[in-house]
């Protein structure tokens, strides 16, 4: 029953991962870029929502939805200001700029919130008691693994079905052809971030239901562990991220439970590594081969 | 006199600027013209410019992108530290330890490296980097489980996975110390480091890296970075020299370390984190990749800019974020790069002609 309950944290706890990872993932497939500011979006839109709920009174779900929206922006403004003009720089450029992007949001949120940490309420609270109150979930792990596969198929059939997720996928898989076809890459791309940073928004929610402390930083260490389920599931897959969240998530819990405390963040890693030697693109990623 | 070659040329530039900076700095710090917390940050400017530079043989010489280089500085701090500090009854010259700290920094820094290098170099790309940034996320992680202890009768040292272990399970006779103290790190360390043998470091580094890219090996290394299909066609062993320069970049950055940890009384794992690998990271692109004295001048600048904003308090980090993002922007900016190399083809011509000339 104990092994249990750690595998249900730690499916909930992968279902936050994997809806982060779902954003990076997006971000890469078509911008080839890691968006090393994603995991600060994660932390404004907690604080949008935490703000929202507290000072005008909204109710949690339309408190989640104002930081959707305010996400939505922030990403469109920074992929406008920061990333296009790098459209056809090194990729170690448009890293660092990503980098610089990172400091900004997270200094910004010391400034404007102090680093003390504020006290999130989740988003929906009570659990629900299984097997005579021996198994307890909570309403909150419910509701993050209802998001994520929700999101996770509404992804798929968005990228596979709409002409815009056609668009996306041209766009991802060659750019100038893309522009050929008369598709317009700019905005393309512009919708992806949109896209990525509200699944961010919704990620800080729910991440912060979790754990409520909510600081400038809370979103730096979910992010990099999201963008190694990212590339645990093979980047660019939208299965992939969701598989890779999941997963990570498990190990997580499980190595936290039953190896140490201390040390689960590196067994973490040390999967992802093995992974990547026996998978080097990942778990569900395409392997393609070097031409000559 | 033999005419030097262009490379060469810029190298002794390079060493001369250096050591005119250590001359100039040396005499501002004697005649009292440093403050207490400027001359503070001159042995941390010279570790970090050989982070630096040796970062840059990872990232702008081979060409792979590494997040985890921290991690090679943190084994080299830690093992530095244990040997200073057991070192302290049987060798009394501060030199002589601070040197041997440094070796075997650099050599453990080294093997950590080769072994990480092993799965690492068969990655590329942003695979590469991750699994880089994995390891040195490992190597803090099992540094801080790290008790260490010395005595009479040598080092005691406990793998504390459970957490519940403290400094009292070494069991160390009467007179023994505690050296590494698990996540507060290494405590009560004999700080020994000093500008000079910062500045004796950074020459090192410099001669090394310098000479390899210099050398058959170093154009073996670019060939490889420039493209690893044809490098491997004309017979250049990948794997072999990816493994030269990842080790030398790894001892280098060791060596950084053990000179690091030796400048602070209590130093924590968590220190080498990924920001810190990111920092230095951010030296090595803005200083231009590939370019050591670009590195250098990175180090130097970014390093005192949060310092110097320190009048500005909170808002310090904040311009920094933006001065990062400003300057990546103009960098790459096409409109400014093409006056760049206008003016740059300019020069070079002028440059030309006076050959012809002479």
Same mark, same amino acid.
């Given at each position: 029953?104990?092994?249990?309950?750690?595998?249900?944290?730690?499916?909930?706890?992968?279902?936050?991962?994997?809806?982060?990872?779902?954003? &990076?993932?997006?971000?890469?497939?078509?911008?080839?870029?890691?968006?090393? $500011?994603?995991?600060?979006?994660?932390?404004?839109?907690?604080?949008?929502?935490?703000?929202?709920?507290?000072?005008?009174?909204?109710?949690?779900?339309?408190?989640?939805?104002?930081?959707?929206?305010?996400?939505?922006?922030?990403?469109?403004?920074?992929?406008?200001?920061?990333?296009?003009?790098?459209?056809?720089?090194?990729?170690? $450029?448009?890293?660092?700029?990503?980098?610089?992007?990172?400091?900004?949001?997270?200094?910004?949120?010391?400034?404007?919130?102090?680093?003390?940490?504020?006290? &999130?309420?989740?988003?929906?609270?009570?659990?629900?008691?299984?097997?005579?109150?021996?198994?307890?979930?909570? &309403?909150?792990?419910?509701?993050?693994?209802?998001?994520?596969?929700?999101?996770?198929?509404?992804?798929?059939?968005?990228?596979?079905?709409?002409?815009?997720?056609?668009?996306?996928?041209?766009?991802?898989?060659?750019?100038?052809?893309?522009?050929?076809?008369?598709?317009?890459?700019?905005?393309?791309?512009?919708?992806?971030?949109?896209?990525?940073?509200?699944?961010?928004?919704?990620?800080?929610?729910?991440?912060?239901?979790?754990?409520? $402390?909510?600081?400038?930083?809370?979103?730096?260490?979910?992010?990099?562990?999201?963008?190694?389920?990212?590339?645990?599931?093979?980047?660019?897959?939208?299965?992939?991220?969701?598989?890779?969240?999941?997963?990570?998530?498990?190990?997580e819990?499980?190595a936290?439970?039953?190896i140490s405390?201390q040390l689960s963040n590196s067994i973490v890693f040390a999967v992802l590594i093995?992974?990547?030697?026996?998978?080097?693109?990942?778990?569900?990623?395409?392997?393609?081969?070097?031409?000559? | 006199?033999?005419?030097?070659?262009?490379?060469?040329?810029?190298?002794?530039?390079?060493?001369?600027?250096?050591?005119?900076?250590?001359?100039?700095?040396?005499?501002?710090?004697?005649?009292?013209?440093?403050?207490?917390?400027?001359?503070?940050?001159?042995?941390?400017?010279?570790?970090?410019?050989?982070?630096?530079?040796?970062?840059?043989?990872?990232?702008?010489?081979?060409?792979?992108?590494?997040?985890?280089?921290?991690?090679?500085?943190?084994?080299?701090?830690?093992?530095?530290?244990?040997?200073?500090?057991?070192?302290?009854?049987?060798?009394?010259?501060?030199?002589?330890?601070?040197?041997?700290?440094?070796?075997?920094?650099?050599?453990?820094?080294?093997?950590?490296?080769?072994?990480?290098?092993?799965?690492?170099?068969?990655?590329?790309?942003?695979?590469?980097?991750?699994?880089?940034?994995a390891f040195?996320e490992i190597i803090k992680e099992l540094i801080t489980c790290?008790?260490?202890?010395?005595?009479?009768?040598?080092?005691?040292?406990?793998?504390?996975v459970?957490?519940?272990?403290?400094?009292?399970?070494?069991?160390?006779?009467?007179?023994?110390?505690?050296?590494?103290?698990?996540?507060?790190?290494?405590?009560?360390?004999?700080?020994?480091?000093?500008?000079?043998?910062?500045?004796?470091?950074?020459?090192?580094?410099?001669?090394?890296?310098?000479?390899?890219?210099?050398?058959?090996?170093?154009?073996?290394?670019?060939?490889?970075?420039?493209?690893?299909?044809?490098? *491997?066609?004309?017979?250049?062993?990948?794997?072999?020299?990816?493994?030269?320069?990842?080790?030398?970049?790894?001892?280098?950055?060791?060596?950084?370390?053990?000179?690091?940890?030796?400048?602070?009384?209590?130093?924590?794992?968590?220190?080498?984190?990924?920001?810190?690998?990111?920092?230095?990271?951010?030296?090595?692109?803005?200083?231009?990749?590939?370019?050591?004295?670009?590195?250098?001048?990175?180090?130097?600048?970014?390093?005192?800019?949060?310092?110097?904003?320190?009048?500005?308090?909170?808002?310090?980090?904040?311009?920094?974020?933006?001065?990062?993002?400003?300057?990546?922007?103009?960098?790459?900016?096409?409109?400014?790069?093409?006056?760049?190399?206008?003016?740059?083809?300019?020069?070079?011509?002028?440059?030309?002609? *006076?050959?012809?000339?002479?």
């Amino acid at each position: 029953m104990k092994f249990l309950a750690y595998l249900v944290s730690g499916i909930s706890l992968g279902s936050i991962y994997a809806i982060i990872a779902l954003g &990076y993932t997006m971000v890469y497939g078509i911008a080839k870029m890691l968006n090393f $500011a994603h995991g600060d979006v994660i932390m404004i839109g907690g604080y949008v929502s935490f703000l929202a709920a507290k000072n005008l009174g909204v109710p949690p779900l339309v408190s989640v939805l104002i930081a959707m929206a305010v996400c939505t922006v922030l990403g469109i403004v920074i992929e406008a200001l920061a990333y296009r003009p790098l459209r056809s720089a090194p990729s170690l $450029a448009v890293l660092i700029t990503a980098i610089g992007v990172s400091y900004l949001l997270q200094n910004s949120a010391l400034l404007i919130w102090g680093a003390n940490p504020k006290a &999130y309420t989740p988003v929906v609270s009570g659990t629900l008691q299984l097997f005579d109150g021996q198994l307890s979930i909570s &309403y909150i792990s419910l509701l993050t693994v209802a998001c994520c596969i929700v999101i996770m198929v509404a992804l798929t059939l968005f990228t596979g079905r709409t002409k815009m997720g056609k668009a996306m996928r041209a766009c991802s898989e060659d750019k100038g052809a893309a522009q050929l076809m008369g598709i317009n890459v700019n905005r393309t791309i512009s919708l992806t971030f949109a896209i990525g940073s509200a699944l961010a928004a919704i990620a800080g929610a729910l991440l912060c239901s979790f754990s409520p $402390a909510l600081m400038p930083t809370t979103g730096s260490m979910p992010g990099i562990k999201a963008f190694t389920a990212a590339v645990f599931g093979g980047i660019g897959s939208i299965p992939g991220a969701f598989l890779g969240g999941i997963l990570l998530g498990v190990i997580e819990a499980l190595a936290r439970a039953y190896i140490s405390t201390q040390l689960s963040n590196s067994i973490v890693f040390a999967v992802l590594i093995i992974v990547l030697l026996v998978r080097p693109a990942g778990l569900l990623g395409k392997y393609t081969q070097e031409k000559v | 006199m033999k005419k030097l070659s262009k490379g060469a040329r810029s190298d002794l530039i390079t060493y001369a600027a250096v050591i005119l900076a250590f001359i100039v700095v040396s005499v501002l710090k004697s005649n009292g013209s440093l403050n207490r917390s400027q001359s503070g940050l001159l042995v941390p400017i010279c570790c970090y410019i050989v982070m630096a530079v040796s970062l840059n043989l990872t990232v702008g010489i081979l060409g792979d992108l590494s997040l985890g280089h921290a991690g090679f500085m943190s084994v080299g701090a830690f093992t530095g530290v244990i040997t200073a500090m057991s070192l302290m009854n049987v060798i009394p010259s501060v030199w002589l330890r601070l040197t041997l700290a440094m070796i075997v920094g650099a050599f453990f820094a080294a093997v950590i490296g080769f072994l990480i290098g092993i799965p690492v170099l068969r990655l590329t790309g942003d695979y590469l980097a991750i699994v880089t940034l994995a390891f040195g996320e490992i190597i803090k992680e099992l540094i801080t489980c790290l008790l260490v202890g010395v005595d009479s009768e040598g080092l005691h040292i406990i793998f504390n996975v459970s957490g519940s272990k403290t400094a009292n399970d070494l069991k160390l006779l009467e007179g023994g110390r505690v050296i590494i103290k698990g996540a507060q790190g290494a405590t009560g360390t004999k700080t020994i480091a000093s500008f000079t043998a910062g500045f004796i470091l950074v020459m090192i580094a410099l001669v090394i890296v310098q000479n390899l890219i210099r050398s058959r090996q170093g154009r073996a290394i670019m060939a490889v970075r420039d493209n690893r299909i044809a490098a *491997e066609s004309v017979g250049i062993n990948v794997t072999r020299y990816k493994m030269m320069a990842f080790v030398t970049s790894a001892a280098l950055a060791g060596a950084a370390g053990a000179l690091f940890g030796l400048n602070y009384s209590n130093l924590a794992a968590t220190k080498f984190d990924f920001n810190t690998s990111i920092l230095v990271l951010v030296f090595v692109v803005l200083g231009g990749l590939g370019n050591i004295w670009g590195s250098i001048i990175a180090t130097v600048v970014l390093y005192i800019l949060p310092e110097a904003l320190r009048g500005f308090a909170n808002y310090r980090m904040l311009i920094y974020a933006i001065v990062l993002i400003v300057v990546m922007l103009a960098t790459n900016n096409p409109v400014l790069k093409t006056y760049r190399e206008e003016l740059r083809a300019k020069f070079s011509r002028k440059d030309k002609k *006076e050959a012809a000339d002479t």
